[in-house]
């Protein structure tokens, strides 16, 4: 008898869709399995007034297929201009969802994030009041500190001060990587959320670097040792509530990933969900599945979850396409380097 698995339609809460050509060749991938995504505005040059925000959100509506559903949820680039009350109006209006913060070089495309948090205070200030939630990039990007330990490093020196100084700003500690990070997570209260991504419950730091160097597999924030993916499954398919997907699906092309100076980023929104259904099969957690994916996220941002249902179905090992095609080149899928017997069947 086949197994199969329905759920309410799942949502993205951490997506680029990048712009252009790419835009165009990607967006169908996430606009298949997924309802609303949370739009990253880290394109070049950023996504930073409302202004900026309509223009890429109208961009993103006209590039979707015929007859697709999908809504993206946009957000502001936060950087040490931002005008509180632009982001108030932007919130208030439904425009955007959230305010993304990237410390100034953490990552790709991060050079006008924010270098003295003290700067951005008054806005913190403001979207606490107003209940808007801040999405961090949570590493710190002082060069002594060992990329591996960023992120723990980040959650002691910035964020941590941060929440204690802003009671009340809601903040979702996205793609998390380690076991320091699922614990500052759960003693927070109910203003703290996080996302996980798809990879890094599937993937440690040997799939990047052992037996030769798997560019595909770089992301950031890196993947970590096996212990903390251990923690990431054990958070994402215990029922916890404040956790939720979060795909990170990033793409670049195969050219500027397989490269002396390779991009970071994993291309994951094809095949999130059959990689889902197999990662909670294996931890004995499907009946969680439709939590992390579809409730939690809606629940954290107050929305409601979605109507609509996907089916995922168990049977014959999936076929995963290598790579999509894009005008500026291909773009390689994320390969989870085991086999997927789940697809996505209605
Ligand atoms: C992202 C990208 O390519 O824009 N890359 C990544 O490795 N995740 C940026 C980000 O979210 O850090
Ligand atoms: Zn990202």
Redesign the pocket.
Known sequence: MTQTLTLRRPDDW?L?LRDGAMLRAVLPESARDFARAII?P?LVPPVVTAADATAYRERILAALPEGASFTPLMTLYLTEATDPADVVAAHASGLIAAVKLYPAG?????ASGVRDMDRVQPVFEAMAEAGIPLCV?GEVTRAEIDIFDREAVFIEEVLDPIRRRTPGLRVVM??ITTADACAYLRQGGDNLGATITTHHLMINRNHILVGGIKPHYY??PVAKRERHREALVELATSGFERVFLGT?S?P?TQASKESACG????FSASVTMPCLAQVFEAAGALDRLEAFASLNGPAFYRMAPNEARITLEKGEALVIPPRIDTEDGPVVIFDPGTEILWRVTG
Do not use: F, P, R
Request: hydrophobic content about 30%.
């Open positions: 951490h680029h990253m880290n953490a990552t790709t495309n991060s990039h996205e793609h992301c950031l990170d990033a670049h991009c970071a980023g994993v």
